[in-house]
């Protein structure tokens, strides 16, 4: 067996306040550290999720750079500074678990009325919804779906996929195609969003796609605000038209002080903290250091980006 | 196959709101029901679980009842009532299920800080602690524990069960008996009270008991309220000794208006409501007509209680 030469990987930007724990994973992967100015650069750890003229920047410096590792699991911010002349990956995937276990929080939290009891003063009357044998739908099939169905499992959940081509996801009771959107949301007692943002998947819920959902029927979005038409959401709850929502991420966010979500009774706001800091740190950390080691390897690379469909 | 003589089963007491979905219940398990002052009566289904004279008055104008059945899990308010001349049989494991559901959305509830969030009228820090891989500690070896052990399965729950004898648990990475509750303690993220009160297990969880567990553990309690000493809980959650409690039962209960667990940031109250009249009515229901079957096939019956041991 003939030694491999280490990788030499650039982390950026600097100054970055995860820049240290970066470094520490990319050694941990068997990589070694190269500072702006030093050597040639074979990948690239960026870790600011939102500024592609940085990164193009930084691929200008470093130009023999063919992988680029990405400190989120959403990278539509950043689709700007993407091209075919490398690998890309992200964190996708890696937060699937603490998203999918925020999602099934919320479903319940909202099944379960805590935003009356929460808020309660006084002992309330008995009543519930329960999630065993219901119908569910999923939009999207990524990671995030899968580690879902799999918290759903015990709950028997009939789960129907819907995603942009209808190849089957495990777990799943059925996969549809995004096409079929509109046959997917009928019946379900709770509608979870877990899909990637593209141009062709924002607004995928609006006034139409609420109106299609049940009565008793919860919204909760765990992917990104803009997937849903914020005002026609707000409408449907004000009107009961849906039992509620339960989101950890807004359009516009951070929400704004006075917006009528925070006061709707049948509405759960989170600070877009289905990953949070503490646990995305630990995860992309784990991340780096096994993608650093597949490519010193040759083997094929965790959350590896499609740069044409932007996720 | 010689035919089986339909048992003969009372209803009461009479005019209570079960009534008649109770007598539906018999019927479709194949008995045939028996009115006040009409013909011996073989089983008695009581659908008031708190009133232990009543049920002894009922069983006197029915001698020949050899099966009794109750209508709640918890058997501990009509004790009073209870011999050794017949079957007793309440409805613990029916409701398994959805007990175990509230338990999971309580302890996931507290642990992403839904009480913070749902709370908030303006964006917050992102934040919270996730239940995979956690240590958790469930009191009560019964239908509760192992429904809630199969929901938190997925999540890859080190769970340690105390029990009051320690014979395993399937689910549980270890089962421990009631006297070596101290141990089990320490280290859990969650511990949950899933136990039947009886006179020892009354108070289990009281200052020292709470000094014990971590400062970043949840309390979840969906057995009786009075398996805790309320004051040192109050006082804990003041403190932060713990990092929270999420209880659907309470001591006193209902819960008196101006109670200071109303108020306590760190303290979640649902009204009973792990198991509601709707699902329960229906799951009830169901234990009545296979035990009207099971009795008449001389097959063992469901949710036995132990006369001596209250539950």
Not at 131 to 140: P, R, S
Not at 213 to 235: F, I, K, S
Request: charged share 20%.
């Amino acid at each position: 067996m003939r030694a491999v030469p280490a990788l030499r990987i650039a982390v950026g930007p600097p100054g970055h306040r995860g820049e240290r724990l970066a470094e520490q994973a990319v050694v941990a992967g068997g990589g070694t550290i190269v500072r702006p100015g030093g050597a040639t650069a074979d990948g690239l750890v960026w870790l600011d999720g939102a500024d592609p003229a940085g990164l193009r920047q930084a691929l200008t410096a470093w130009p023999a750079v063919r992988w680029v590792q990405l400190p989120w699991a959403g990278v539509e911010a950043i689709t700007g500074a993407f091209d075919h002349d490398r690998i890309w990956t992200c964190a996708k995937g890696s937060f699937a678990e603490p998203v999918a276990e925020h999602a099934l929080t919320l479903a319940l939290a909202g099944l379960r009325r805590l935003p009356e009891r929460i808020t309660a003063r006084t002992w309330g009357k008995p009543g519930g919804t329960s999630l065993f044998d219901a119908d569910v739908t999923i939009l999207g099939g990524g990671g995030i779906a899968v580690a879902l169905l799999h918290l759903l499992a015990p709950f028997r959940v009939r789960a129907t996929v819907v995603r942009r081509r209808a190849d089957p996801v495990p777990g799943a009771a059925r996969t549809v195609a995004t096409a079929d959107l509109d046959g997917a949301l009928p019946g379900a007692l709770v509608v979870f969003l877990a899909l990637a943002l593209t141009p062709e998947t924002a607004g995928i819920i609006g006034a139409a796609e609420l109106a299609r959902m049940d009565e008793r029927a919860w919204l909760v979005n765990v992917a990104r605000g803009r997937h849903v038409d914020t005002a026609a959401l707000v409408d449907a709850l004000r009107r009961r038209a849906i039992a509620g929502a339960a989101l950890d991420v807004t359009e516009p966010e951070p929400l704004p002080d006075g917006h009528p979500l925070w006061t709707l009774p049948n509405a759960i706001v989170t600070p877009h903290t289905a990953d949070w800091p503490e646990i995305v740190t630990g995860l992309l950390a784990a991340r780096i250091t096994a993608n650093v080691r597949h490519l010193a390897a040759g083997q094929p690379l965790e959350g590896v980006v499609d740069a044409s469909a932007g996720y």
